[in-house]
């Protein structure tokens, strides 16, 4: 599964960072002063977490639920889960080799994650930089932060394998779920329109 996520990641790339810029500002919450807002996310990597939001809209990262936070999910599904040609559909077979895990479940793999979060990453860089109108995401310049994320799930993986794969699999069911809420919102919003029309009262 490693090899053919791999071999699509330069597809996604421009996409992904394209998608995490315009959702940074909001899931973060990142106020007036968003540049050195986006500099703390950066410095102590905590970005990949999940976030609390108090009163003061001040987000707290959930030290115990690493890349679970709705933006990942969110930019994982859009990218990797959506359409008939997304890695997610074309190599679904894989997902259920991947569920013969100590969880039993499907999970999501390490490159997607990974990738997903050095988008994240990138995103929040070109807020701490100012929004420069001109942005690349490009491998060499992130390169450092994808194989820290890779290395951290693997570390994971190796010292916490049950943990690790709840983690993956949890991911993996956040993503399905908001699928489905997506398929039940339009089906839902296509029968509101068909109740809400006079079709008597329609000419022949």
């Known amino acids: 599964m490693h090899l053919q996520v791999e071999a ?7 996409e992904l960072k394209d998608d995490a810029c315009s959702q940074v500002t909001a899931y973060f919450r990142l106020g007036s002063d ?8 950066i410095d102590n990597h905590s970005y990949h977490y999940s976030m609390q939001f108090g009163d003061d809209n001040t987000p707290k990262p959930v030290r115990h639920k690493p890349y679970q936070g709705d933006i990942i999910v969110n930019i994982m ?5 959506n359409g008939s040609k997304s890695v997610g559909v074309v ?10 895990n100590k969880a039993n479940r499907p ?9 997903t979060s050095t988008s ?3 995103a929040l860089f070109w807020k701490a930089q100012g929004s420069l109108p001109k942005f690349n995401f490009t491998g060499n310049q992130f390169s450092e932060v994808y194989v820290f994320h890779v290395q951290f799930l693997e570390d994971l993986k190796k010292n916490a394998p049950q ?6 699999a949890d991911i993996f069911a956040a993503i399905e779920a908001l699928t489905h809420t997506t398929k039940n919102t339009g089906t839902d919003s296509k029968t509101n329109a068909l109740a809400f029309l006079d079709l008597g009262g329609m000419d022949e």
């Not at 699509?8 to 421009?14: C, S």
């Not at 943990?163 to 993956?168: A, C, E, S």
């Open 8 to 14: 699509r990641v330069p597809l996604f790339r421009g």
């Open 34 to 41: 968003s540049a050195a807002s986006a500099k703390l996310f």
């Open 77 to 81: 599904k859009g990218h990797y889960f």
């Open 91 to 100: 190599f679904a077979h894989k997902f259920t080799e991947i569920a013969k």
């Open 107 to 115: 999970e999501v793999s390490i490159p997607m994650v990974a990738l």
């Open 120 to 122: 994240v990453y990138a």
């Open 163 to 168: 943990k690790f794969h709840k983690l993956m």
